[in-house]
């Protein structure tokens, strides 16, 4: 006899079980299955152990300043020690993960699901049944690899986190968010760091100004960038690797890493047999409450082809419960989300960039460029960026960019007055906080530049 659920939740990460326990304290009956460990891809193997080895590999450029502040700093890096710590953060991070879902009366199952119709799902090692009145899918998503001949032996950011030593020299594929925060880190750490982009232009999609100050900042961390160029094949050279690049060139290193982006997870484990439709990405298709085309079937987070980002999924994870199993209908405002890139300079961004907000009507750009105060007692020569994109003559805030120290804390606050509809006129009355980096979002004067009819003047 199977074991009757109002909802059973496919894997165990941030959507996944953000919906588990709202839907268990609305009074429904849950169960949740992961195969993995409870946390997902955020908490196990991404944004949290990133963001800890980010920090880790901040300190070369402190203790680099430290002695114009008089300080004498002798240093030594120990990769071990980072990841044995970093790993004790995340164990405890997934017991809290189990301890929430336990608090709110969520069974958990350690295993693998199956759907083998519309309201049963089988667990593969137990091979129990589940009756359920709802399925949702969470189960994010898995690093894509290029389909290269060697291509077993390069890694993804789910084994860079587990390295026994670090490479002496390390190759990462992929322009996007993956490949330029482990650049910072490998770089950060001493390994020799070079990128290779089949684009011209890191970080697609981000706002021109981020762009070519991510790209100065990474070369002046010793980052090198290799552009319009493709990796073709590996194959093993002694403790190396051998890469054979699209322009013929044959070159070894320490290590490869493949951060060319990430694939739903939707394969194995019977969803296409259910009928539910699959995207051109391969992703989930779903509509504003996350409902796919068969109406007991839903799927929250990485897995349905919104922004691969960890909030996003709490969102979804949450609106899907409180639909279900509250008493008002949710969705979530994909719009207007901040966001932030963990490189060297830090990223913070926020709306419209400058080119798609030229294409919206008129606006106003304003940009200010600066050595931070902790720059200016040492020989460095990095510049902070902050950009404003508004309407015409001090109309609504339509962007926000941020480049260095502090940009993703910047880029949380100033997402709030923006998602409420603040213009520059709100920016300027604000006091500035003085002396500070983003007291410049307030006292920025006159544009820039601007865009009427279309045309930069
Ligand atoms: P991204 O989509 O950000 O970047 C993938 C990169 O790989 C792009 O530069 C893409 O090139 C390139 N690429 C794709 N396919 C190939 C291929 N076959 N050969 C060569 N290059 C290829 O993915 P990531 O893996 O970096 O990150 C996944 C997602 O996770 C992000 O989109 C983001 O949503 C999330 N994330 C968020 C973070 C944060 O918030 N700080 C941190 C890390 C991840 P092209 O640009 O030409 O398409």
């Not at 290193?253 to 296409?272: D, S, W």
Request: proline share 4%; charged share 20%.
């Amino acid at each position: 006899m199977a074991d009757r659920y109002d909802l059973v939740v496919i894997g165990a990460g941030s959507g996944g079980v953000r919906a588990a326990r709202i839907a268990a304290t609305l009074g429904a009956k849950v169960a949740i299955i992961e195969e993995y460990r409870v946390g997902g891809t955020c908490v196990i193997r991404g944004c949290v152990p990133k963001k800890l080895l980010v920090y880790g590999a901040r300190f070369s450029d402190l203790f680099e300043v430290a002695e114009s502040f008089g300080w004498q700093v002798e240093a030594s890096f120990d990769w071990p020690t980072l990841i044995a710590n970093k790993d004790k953060e995340i164990d405890r991070l997934e017991r809290a993960y189990g301890a929430g879902l336990d608090a709110a009366g969520v069974e958990v199952f350690r295993d693998r699901a199956e759907i083998v119709d519309l309201h049963t799902i089988r667990l593969v090692k137990d091979g129990r049944l589940l009756e359920t009145e709802t399925i949702l899918v969470a189960t994010g998503g898995h690093p894509r690899i290029p389909d290269i001949p060697g291509k077993e032996l390069g890694i993804t950011s789910n084994e860079a986190f587990h390295l026994k030593q670090l490479p002496r020299s390390i190759l990462i594929e992929g322009g996007g968010y993956i490949a330029v925060e482990f650049a910072t880190i490998f770089a950060g750490l001493g390994v020799a760091t070079t990128i290779v982009y089949r684009g011209d232009c890191l970080l697609r999609g981000f706002d021109t100004d981020l762009q070519q100050t991510l790209e100065a900042g990474l070369q002046q961390h010793g980052v090198k960038l290799i552009y319009q160029t493709n990796v073709m094949a590996l194959a093993e050279a002694g403790t190396d690797v051998a890469v054979t690049f699209s322009d013929g060139i044959t070159a070894p290193y320490g290590a490869v890493m493949f951060a060319t982006g990430r694939i739903p997870n939707v394969e194995g484990f019977g969803l296409r047999e259910a009928g539910v439709e699959i995207g051109p990405l391969g992703e989930v298709v779903v509509d504003q409450y996350s409902r796919t085309n068969v109406p007991n079937i839903y799927a929250v987070g990485d897995v349905n082809g919104h922004k691969a980002l960890t909030p996003i999924a709490i969102r979804e994870g949450q609106a899907f419960a409180q639909t279900l199993y509250g008493d008002t209908l949710r969705t979530v405002d994909h719009s207007m989300v901040p966001t932030a890139v963990f490189s060297e300079p830090e990223l913070g961004t926020v709306g419209l960039t400058e080119l798609e907000a030229a294409t919206h009507g008129d606006i106003d750009v304003y940009v200010a460029r600066f050595r931070p105060m902790i720059n200016t007692l040492s020989t460095r020569s990095e510049r902070m960026l902050l950009k404003l994109i508004t309407e015409a003559d001090g109309g609504k805030i339509l962007g926000c960019h941020i480049a260095g120290h502090g940009a993703a804390e910047m880029i949380q606050l100033v997402a709030i007055p923006m998602v409420m509809g603040a213009t520059k006129g709100d920016f300027d009355r604000t006091v500035a906080l003085h002396p500070s980096a983003a007291e410049e979002l307030v006292t920025l004067k006159s544009p820039s530049y601007r865009y009427r009819d279309g045309k930069k003047v």
